[in-house]
């Protein structure tokens, strides 16, 4: 069995969109698959953000990249648009939804590890990893096969090939 060995993945790390790896919201006009990703670069601000949909014509671009979360466990929306997330489902009678690729992955190994390994770090434990802050109902073991199994699917809905 796989096993899960903590790194320094926080949340903000994990939702925060990049070229290669957009966060996958859902697009306010067709309810398509829309993408968030960085947009141009300006020197004393960093990256504006853009949304494209990848079925109608839809975009939108948004210069003050102030990040907002809203990521409560049923209804997360992307930290910049504040658009509902694409990649979600029912899974264990609650709600499972991923940003990105990145946080896909990130679940699968979690999920699939049988045996999950914290570091101290060099403040002492600390809690501001990922891993700890998912919910019960994802990290038990009974739930595995089930959460696998919604993951994959979510796999297929972002088109992220194995």
């Known amino acids: 069995m796989p096993r899960y060995k903590q790194d320094n993945e926080d949340r903000l790390t994990i939702s925060t969109p990049t070229d290669e790896d957009p966060t996958l919201v859902v697009c306010p006009q ?3 698959m829309a993408k ?3 947009f141009g670069e300006q020197p004393q601000i960093g990256y504006s953000m853009r949304v494209v949909c990848t079925k109608c014509s839809y975009a939108k671009t948004k210069t003050d990249t102030s990040q907002t979360y809203y990521w409560s466990e049923e209804d997360p929306t992307d930290s910049y648009f504040e658009y509902p997330l694409y990649l979600k489902m029912r899974c264990c009678s609650s709600s499972l939804w ?3 690729r990145r946080h896909l992955e990130f679940l699968e190994q979690f999920v699939s590890a049988g045996l999950r390994e914290r ?3 060099e403040h002492g ?6 891993a700890s802050r998912l919910p019960k109902w994802l990290q ?6 089930p959460v ?6 979510l796999r297929e809905l972002g088109c992220y090939s194995v």
């Open 36 to 38: 968030v990703f960085p």
């Open 30 to 32: 067709c309810g398509g």
């Open 148 to 153: 696998m199994a919604c993951l994959a699917k």
């Open 119 to 121: 570091r101290q770090g």
């Open 140 to 145: 038990s073991a009974k739930n595995r096969k």
């Open 98 to 100: 991923v940003f990105n």
């Open 125 to 130: 434990w600390s809690n501001s990893a990922l």
